[in-house]
């Protein structure tokens, strides 16, 4: 896959788009297609949630 076909999530306004386009502070991705780009929030949640389980889980 080259860069030009990965897609973006930009934090900022919630565009999706095709290639890096905005700042690295600015953006979320590379994701390999639009529909997964248009759910990075969700994907970043449910991560951090895994994460914050397996904290927890180290902690007891």
Do not use: C, H, Q
């Amino acid at each position: 896959m080259s860069e030009s076909d990965e897609w973006y999530y930009k934090i900022s306004t919630g565009e999706v788009t095709r290639g890096k386009g905005a700042s690295v502070f600015d953006r979320m991705g590379p994701y390999p297609d639009e529909a997964t780009a248009r759910n990075a929030l969700e994907i970043a949640a449910a991560r951090n949630a895994t994460a914050d389980e397996r904290d927890r889980a180290e902690d007891d």
